[in-house]
């Protein structure tokens, strides 16, 4: 897959241009008040769809955070759909004022890809796990373990984009997709992963550690 190094994601662009050209259009009829509400809208879209550049870490065995957000779940489950044993599973939800870009957490394989069309609750509740529509990928790092990462839509998110596809290869920290507007990101680990973050941190894409494969 080829990096992103555009500052704004490209996903961005059909919302942006016509943002920025109706606010020209407003200035030059001499409409003040459109300009100023022209202008915020543009720089907000700008901002929400911003792909700042990111340090990765190179740190053996460091598994990185997928997404920027702030972490609201961090605990062992089954999971019994893709992975069909106990997991420890992460989540972290990002609000509409975080870079939504999503990263991959390690260097691997795409095994599978998987979309399931569901509901749009809040994406901060439990039940979004099982009941928002989502995409899940199953990776095998290089290190022969798999994880499953899943990209969940929300209340205000209602696109997921994934460039990611069966048999693609991810360097630790690529950019496989984004979500617009408000969303969360569930990643399930072996149980022999360390876990580096708790509940109520907030962390980066591509750049914090959520935890260690031991």
């Known amino acids: 897959m080829t990096e992103n190094r555009w500052p704004i994601a490209k996903e961005g662009f059909p919302f942006l241009i016509p943002m920025a050209l109706a606010t020209v259009f407003a200035g030059a009829m001499g409409s003040w008040i459109g300009l100023s509400f ?6 907000f ?10 340090q990765i870490p190179d740190q053996q065995g460091a598994i990185l955070s997928p997404a920027d957000g ?19 599973k992460v989540s972290i939800f990002m609000s509409v004022l975080d870079v939504h870009i999503n990263r991959a957490p390690v260097s691997g394989k ?11 609750l809040a994406a901060c509740r439990d039940k979004a796990s099982l ?33 990611a596809k069966a048999g693609d290869s991810l360097g630790q920290g690529e950019i496989f997709g984004l979500i617009r507007f408000g969303s969360r990101v569930d ?14 941190e907030h962390v980066k894409g591509g750049e914090s550690i959520i935890g260690y494969c031991l």
Do not use: W
């Open 38 to 43: 022209g202008a915020l809208l543009t720089l």
């Open 45 to 54: 879209v700008a901002y929400f769809f911003r792909n700042p550049r990111r």
């Open 70 to 88: 702030t972490v609201i779940h961090v605990g062992e489950c089954v999971e019994d759909r893709f992975l069909n044993e106990k997991t420890l």
């Open 110 to 120: 795409v095994l599978q890809k998987s979309y399931n069309p569901g509901r749009f």
């Open 131 to 163: 009941l928002n529509e989502q995409t899940a990928l199953l990776l095998e790092a290089k290190d022969r373990f798999k994880i499953l990462l899943v990209q969940m839509a929300g209340f205000v998110a209602r696109r997921i984009v994934c460039y």
């Open 187 to 200: 990643l399930y680990l072996p149980t022999t992963v360390k876990a580096n973050v708790r509940v109520g």
